[in-house]
């Protein structure tokens, strides 16, 4: 485990725990990040010992989505960029995923939990999906998976206007499981969740999930791929390049 790092990959007692680590950056995400989530992904899946991925990060952030400077000197223009690489791998994860939530969640901080299975968050959790501001679109297959999961008029106000909501919204919509009050209390939910679940059969947990996602699994991929295609567009466009500009101006 390499605390200096900003994704710390730990597996242990059949958990295998990813968390972003770049508190000082409210765990904004950069392509190296996205690369290590991927590796992390894929090495929990082929790990026969690992029984569930625990996403978290910090008290205060979870994560605050890309870093646009980042993001601006290493855009995700091909197929294999790493951001692609870490959608394909919560899209085929065979291990169920959950996720503790503190702080902001932003962009793909909110779209990844759409990925898990089981979702906790505190009182201190801020989502939002700001695409369209930013002169973008929605990414993670989230333009299928989200009406899907809260319904198309909340998914709808959540995506073009890109507006806020704290836990108890996404809670009463149907995004995660529980709304708790503290970081600590979405410790000690996870712990909960984890206790359970490595004590259930692995195969029994596996079949069912996939029976639970097997309907739509092939539509998500191919949603995935839709919207990244449209995103490389929009990427390049004078829209989304003034929008990124402003915003680091405001940074």
């Known amino acids: ?37 991927a590796d ?6 082929q790990d026969e010992s690992v029984k569930i991925i625990k996403i978290v990060g910090s008290e205060n952030a979870f994560c605050a989505g890309n870093d646009l400077v980042d993001f601006l000197e290493n855009p995700p223009n091909e197929s294999d960029s790493p951001v692609w690489q870490f959608l394909a791998a919560l899209c085929d994860s065979e291990k169920p995923i959950i996720a503790g939530v503190n702080g902001p969640a932003v962009g793909i901080g909110t779209t990844l939990l759409l990925h898990c299975d089981l979702v906790v968050a505190s009182s201190t959790a801020i989502f939002a999906m700001p695409f369209v501001s930013l002169g973008l679109c929605p990414e993670a297959a989230s ?5 899907q999961q809260v319904g198309l008029k909340k998914a709808s106000e959540w995506l073009l206007l890109g507006s806020r909501f704290d836990a108890q919204q996404a809670n009463e919509a149907g995004l995660i499981n529980y709304a ?20 259930l059969p692995a195969e029994s947990i596996s079949v069912t ?40 101006k405001r940074s």
């Open 209 to 248: 999930r996939k029976f639970l996602r097997s309907q739509d699994l092939s539509a998500v991929k191919n949603r995935m791929q839709e919207e990244g295609d449209e995103f490389k567009r929009l990427l390049k466009s004078d829209a989304a390049q003034s929008a990124f500009q402003a915003f680091l």
């Open 1 to 37: 485990m390499n605390q200096q790092a900003h994704i710390v990959a730990e597996n242990k007692e059949g958990v295998f725990t990813l968390t972003f680590n770049r508190v000082d950056k409210k765990n904004a995400i950069t392509a190296e990040m996205y690369q290590l989530l």
């Open 143 to 147: 333009s299928l998976l989200l009406p």
């Open 180 to 199: 708790v009050d503290t970081p600590e209390d979405v410790d000690a939910m996870l712990d909960k969740w984890c206790q359970q679940l490595c004590k």
């Open 40 to 45: 992390g992904m894929m090495q929990a899946n």
